[in-house]
């Protein structure tokens, strides 16, 4: 069964701070995706990666930055949490559509609040 | 841009209610059609995914789902819901550029709540 695990259930920052959110799965997806999750406006992808090192911008990249240094592990950053960024992460990765229909697969999220 | 949008924010049923959730998208060409669920405090699943060919969909659970291709809808409906029905809906939509990755783009979500 596929795991994708994110590091924190629950985190609270302070307002300036870089943070850190982390992402692993344990099925060498290619893709890997970031999504934050806010009532009323449904799930809206932040990053998305398609290969180590590699990484494009969703729909609302701004305030973030992502990194993946290695195919297992998928991390966004913050650069300097603002208030406005207090919301659900949510990872999730698939394999290459290339091979045909791929799900994908999420994490449980992080609810992250900033101060 | 491509946006799907769900008209239903909230639904209350009770439980052997009939339920159907609106999903309409944007985009002219070919797309694949999903839903998925998430249960409270559980990560989002799967229901149900349309790509091609019968445009009646059966998933999970007992839910289906109808492409009306004219209408740029694709609807969710199950003939009578569970208590343990409740749950976030989300439709999701994919333009089939025959990429190997491609975007979902989510509706805003109906949250269900069954009452026993």
């Known amino acids: 069964d596929v795991k994708v695990t994110q590091s924190s259930r629950y985190l609270v920052k302070r307002t300036g701070e870089k943070v850190f959110l982390e992402c692993v799965q344990d099925m060498d997806h290619e893709n890997m995706f970031w999504y934050r999750q806010d009532p009323g406006l449904g799930l809206r992808l932040i990053y998305f990666s398609y290969d180590v090192k590699m990484k494009e911008k969703g729909d609302i990249p701004e305030g973030y930055s992502v990194s993946r240094e290695k195919k297992e592990r998928f991390s966004l950053i913050l650069e300097s949490a603002s208030t406005n960024q207090t919301s659900m992460y949510l990872c999730a990765s698939s394999l290459l559509w290339g091979q045909g229909y791929q799900p994908q697969h999420f994490g449980d999220g992080t609810r992250l609040s900033i101060l | ?116």
């Not at chain 2, 769900?6 to 999903?23: D, K, M, Y």
């Not at chain 2, 409906?77 to 550029?97: G, H, I, L």
């Open chain 2, 1 to 116: 841009a491509q946006s799907v949008s769900q008209h239903n924010h909230h639904v209350i049923l009770s439980e052997a209610a009939s339920l159907e959730l609106g999903c309409n998208y944007s985009y002219g060409g070919t797309v694949n059609l999903f839903w998925y669920v998430q249960y409270p405090g559980q990560h989002l699943q799967l229901l149900l995914k349309y790509f091609s060919g019968d445009p009646l969909v059966k998933g999970i659970k007992g839910f289906e789902a109808e492409f009306i291709k004219s209408k740029f809808s694709f609807n969710l409906r199950k003939p009578s819901v569970q208590w343990s029905d409740t749950a976030e809906y989300f439709c999701a939509v994919t333009p089939n550029y025959g990429g190997a990755t491609n975007k979902l783009i989510f509706g805003t979500g109906t949250l269900l709540a069954v009452q026993p």
